[in-house]
């Protein structure tokens, strides 16, 4: 994108040094004009209220004049973009590095490989570039069927189980006929099986719980 110090309007002041640096770092959206605003026209364009404006105005949003008794605070809005665009950025880095922090106290509290630690002391940067590696690998090994989903495992588990305990609801007749037991034993036997599949079924979720 072209500076936004190329082909302005002559009557536009001129940036500081440190302000040219940082519309160059954040430039305005294509075609967009820069012009001298105020307070409440650059409110509607960053599209927050004017009490947000004087609040940034105390954190050093840069202006062209400031306000006094009947005259408002003006602003350069490409100016005003860009702080607001480096704010943006640098809420964005501390809140990741407070996750990251609060990740990493985490794992020494509640335990975790070590492979996920060397992960938490990462870079923000670098854990996302390891993700996104991690995250095509597992695509790629779903697509040869050497991974599954924990929930896809879990169902063909359960379904399983209810193979198993549609196929015990004849074994207490074959048992009761092929002992000589009392037909009344057969209610028993279906009970202990019953238990058995339903306890299996518990202790699998369980244990699948946490990856579902």
Do not use: H
């Not at 630690?117 to 597992?138: D, F, G």
């Not at 004849?170 to 037909?183: A, C, K, S, T, Y």
């Amino acid at each position: 994108m072209r500076s936004q110090q190329a082909n302005v309007a002559p009557d536009l002041p001129q940036m500081s040094e440190d302000e040219a640096a940082l519309v160059a770092k954040f430039p305005m959206p294509e075609g967009k004009p820069d012009a001298v605003v105020n307070k409440k026209l650059l409110a509607s364009a960053l599209d927050v209220s004017t009490t947000t404006i004087d609040a940034w105005d105390l954190e050093g949003l840069p202006c062209v004049t400031k306000g006094t008794n009947g005259r408002s605070y003006e602003y350069r809005l490409s100016v005003a973009y860009a702080w607001y665009c480096q704010r943006n950025e640098n809420e964005t880095i501390a809140k990741a590095q407070s996750e990251n922090a609060a990740a990493q106290l985490r794992m020494e509290l509640v335990g975790g490989s070590t492979q996920d630690k060397a992960r938490a002391a990462l870079p923000i940067k670098e854990q996302s570039e390891l993700l996104r590696n991690e995250t095509e690998w597992m695509r790629a090994a779903a697509l040869r069927r050497e991974l599954v989903l924990a929930t896809d495992m879990l169902q063909a588990v359960e379904d399983m189980l209810v193979t198993i305990r549609d196929g015990n609801a004849v074994v207490p007749d074959l048992i009761v006929r092929e002992f000589g037991l009392d037909p009344a034993a057969a209610e028993t036997i279906q009970d202990i099986l019953d238990k058995s599949v339903q306890e299996a079924s518990t202790s699998i979720r369980e244990k699948f719980e946490g990856n579902t």
